[in-house]
């Protein structure tokens, strides 16, 4: 166990040294999420009272801000996967490979990696978000919210792993990313209230974690629970969900990276 | 004491065999060379010896341990330097090899040491803090052999050690690699198309074509097998082409010819006597010579003695089309 931890955390130093080292990628993974908030948030500031008829009070940008914090997060950590295809392609998957430390190690050392790169990347948005005026009630409820992104990252992470490790190309791979991502993040409520959903809609959204996400980051930024869904659920949700991805991502990483690439 | 040993190993990808029944041993501290042409299968062999491939059939044993049953033990005996250089652009040469040094599981208290004695090594101690990005392709693949070695492995793999360099470079890496393998008193396993790094470097070589080993001996022997000297004649052929290789072979101290297209190689062991010889017949059989060498024999022609053809013309024609099968299947 403690070799596997070791294993895991030189990979996980890897990817966050190369991820220190690549600046502009850092600004230019804020740049979708800045145009979120920023821009769409005023677009519809005029929903005002969509969003005071299921008893929110304060401004949309308010509303929605926790919705783009989790979007950055989204996005972030289900991109992250691809260097997978990279290192697959450019030997040090192999270097990896050929070194005592074991496979599923790798995986855990990039996801993890992934979901502390998607999570600092929220942390800018919630910056960007402070800026722009929206505010938060309780300023200590920042910790627990980062904790739930770094969590909800990782499940993530674990289906970009996931899906890198099956994906024989490029191509595949950001095909599929692009087939999962709007989708997740469009059908939760992420820019308007579930209430407002058409029913058969809800429940498509229900079936989704990044509905519960959202709806328990929401309630910790602004004090206002929505949708009936207790906090406890939605904690359990996401657990379940994390834990879930993580040992799928393991185990389809291990078989797959086993095979010739 | 063998390093590494091998019976009848056999990959298949599909209905293409990659590497066809192979068996050969390599001693401990023994630099042995693969040489063959691209797709011969001496990559697809080494990954199996490095446990990236398992084998269809056969088995291996890598320092000593079995490739199969016990590849965690194989992966802590060995280092392998890949043909692509795999160190990281934007890490410097001392973060690359910290790297390799934590996926080998080098105990803490040593790392540094090991670290500053690989690079001191191959002589980029000065560069050590410098993004690899600000690297030569040769500087880049000194790092990426220190990277193989940092952990004492006892079988060190270098496939295509200097593919891509000049040949300054390629001589400088030669020197490396020899370097090594008396400081640290490795068994190397290599694999090259190049035969002038075959023979400046292996105490054995085995020649691969077609997934078979055609031979295996030294460098020396190999060429004195072919007699001392070597006749090769460009001829313009005609219908009589058939009698003048048959009243060829009649020769005394031809031991060998090889045929490619219009090109003609004797081996002989007596070629000034041969060239008058020849010279007689074709003006008999009026077959024209375009033009006639006498060579000391090098391992090109212990190449073609053995395969048939040169090492280059393989690369270009039959695998490709055999290469491109290859990765369809694989992606199926």
Known sequence: MNTIAYDAYTIFWRELKRYKKSRSGVLIRLIQPAIWIIVVGNIFSETQPLIQSVGFEGEYIEFMAPGVIILTAIFTSIFGGVNTLWDRRYGFMNKALTSPISRSAIAVGKMSAISLIAALQASLIIGIALAIGVTFPNPLMIIPIMGIVILFSLGFSGISVTLAATAKSQETF?????????????????????????????VIAKLNPVTYTILLVRELMTGVSEGGVPILLSVGVI???????????????TREVNKPF | MYSIETKSLTKSFGDLVAVNDISFSVEKGEIFGFLGPNGAGKSTTMMIFTTLLKPTNGNALVGGFDVLKNPKQVRENIGFVQQETTVDEYLSGRENLLLQAKLNHIPKNEINQRIDEVLDLIELSDKQDEAVVTYSGGMRKRLDIAGGLLHHPRVLFLDEPTVGLDIQTRRKIWQYIKKIHTQFDMTIFLTTHYMEEADSLCDRIGIIDHGKIQVIDTPKNMKNDLGNEIVSLVIESNSNYDSFL????????????????????????????????????????????????????????????????EIRDDDSKFNRRREHAKMKRLRQ
């Open chain 1, 239 to 253: 657990f379940a969900f994390v834990i879930a991805m993580v040992a799928i991502a393991s185990y389809v990483f």
């Open chain 2, 246 to 309: 048959l009243e060829l072979k009649k020769i005394e101290f031809i031991k060998k010819i090889n045929e490619d297209d219009s090109k003609l190689t004797l081996f002989t062991s007596n070629g000034t006597e041969v060239i008058p010889q020849i010279f007689q017949i074709s003006s008999e059989l009026g077959i024209k010579i375009k033009s006639i060498s006498l060579t000391q024999p090098t391992l090109d022609d212990v190449f073609i003695s053995y395969t048939g053809h």
């Open chain 1, 174 to 202: 950001w095909g599929m990313i692009n087939l999962l991502g709007m989708p997740l993040f469009m059908l939760s409520p992420a820019l308007f209230p579930l209430e407002l959903l058409p029913d058969w809609l809800a």
